[in-house]
């Protein structure tokens, strides 16, 4: 949150995608340094649900949580995927809480949360990333994530695999192996990016919001 403040005084609005218990402690952080007022503060908004269709009509935006005057918008990864077309010209920065999420390409919150970043990268804007999970622990799952951060820049998930998964083709088909070239890797993420443990950042984190559904 410190990190994206910091970005954002000069890259509003912002739109945050994180997950619904999350939404709380982003803006508690927001506020404690002074980015929010606390209570009703008109810079911010939150996206609960799926904008639906009325008599074949979008409804109006602004009447299912969008707010016309917010500097940071909270979404949910779960209902991105709706957004992301409506949202299009509307923020300079986007930040993705808890990355990991995204690491299947495949799935509707990842493919909602690309479309997010092309269109803000599009404009010139910027995208972000964080995660306390780290997520080279499965680099298969890291592709998705940097391809978002810069397109193109690791090739497809095909090629990505093959260089540093050890991915070949056998008898049955493409299978990984060991992983490949990691020092070349390691090299390249110095770039794009920062492993920080708490301790390192010497800061007291937030406790999360629990939910008991």
């Known amino acids: 949150v410190l990190v994206g403040a910091a970005v954002a005084t000069n890259a509003l609005p912002a739109l945050i995608v994180t997950r619904r218990s999350l939404a709380t402690n982003w803006r508690e952080e927001l506020v404690k340094w002074g980015f929010l007022n606390a209570g009703n503060d008109p810079r911010w908004s939150e996206l609960r649900t799926r904008p639906k269709l009325v008599n074949g009509k979008l409804p109006d935006l602004y009447k299912v949580g969008l707010r016309e005057t917010a500097l940071w918008t909270f979404i949910h990864p779960?209902?991105?995927?709706?957004?992301?077309?409506?949202?299009?010209?509307?923020?300079?920065?986007?930040?993705?809480?808890?990355?990991?999420l995204f690491g299947n390409p495949k799935t509707l919150r990842t493919k909602g949360a690309a479309l997010a970043a092309a269109m803000i990268q599009r404009a010139g804007g910027s995208v972000w990333a964080a995660s306390g999970t780290a997520l080279t622990g499965k680099l298969k799952q890291l592709w998705s994530v940097l391809q978002m951060l810069e397109p193109g820049a690791w090739g497809t998930q095909h090629d990505f695999s093959r260089r540093y998964l050890g991915l070949e083709l056998g008898n049955w088909g493409w299978r990984e192996g060991d992983r490949t070239h990691v020092t070349e890797l390691n090299a390249r993420l110095e770039h794009t990016m920062f492993l920080r443990s708490k301790e390192q950042l010497g800061m007291q984190l937030p406790p999360l919001t629990q939910v008991l559904v």
């Open 78 to 100: 779960e209902i991105i995927e709706a957004w992301s077309g409506l949202l299009q010209g509307r923020y300079k920065t986007l930040f993705l809480d808890e990355a990991h």
